[in-house]
């Protein structure tokens, strides 16, 4: 049975949620601060949205179109953010994450999109992965730095958040760009 990985980093374990991850979900998704630097959290985070998208998960990933992490420090074992690869045609993910405003800063982002880009290269043999930003959010678009993914663009206006429009920075890697980079990092 094809089931979400588990994956382990020097500081992280990236697993597949579970339902007892609901509240915790609830909690740090759904603060304002988090919602606004992200495209597609609700503000408010309702009871019972963090089950259903947790609900989600398995059969989304068994039909090749999205693989999502629970990101969970070695040490403490609880929940701190998310990080996700929206599959397209077996060719190409779409990289997104959030992380919880009291664990900012930490660099728990980059350290967890180092392994799911491995993962989404090496185990899906993705061709290409991109991610997007808010262009007022430069804390996501130095993680896409970090990660060595390049900048591609903007799209003016591209997105609508609390009904305004919102320029988005796009970043992208080849999976040709990444062997390089990870035969220089061993």
Sequence with gaps: MLR??????ERLI??????????TVQRLAGAWEVADTTGNLPHPYEDG?????????EESFKAGELATFALTPTKSG??????SLVLSNGYQ???????GVPYW???YCTEAGRAVLAFGFQDLKLKRIHAQAFKRNPASARVMQKLGLSYEGTRRQHALKWGKPEDVVLYGLLKADYS???EHED
């Design 4 to 9: 979400i990985p588990t994956i382990n980093t």
């Design 14 to 23: 990236l697993r597949p949620f579970h339902l007892d991850d609901a509240a």
């Design 49 to 57: 949205m963090a089950e259903s998208w947790i609900a989600g998960h």
């Design 78 to 83: 609880e929940l701190v953010g998310a990080m």
């Design 93 to 99: 993910g779409e990289l997104g994450y959030w992380v």
């Design 105 to 107: 800063g930490k660099g």
């Design 180 to 182: 390089a980079i990870a």
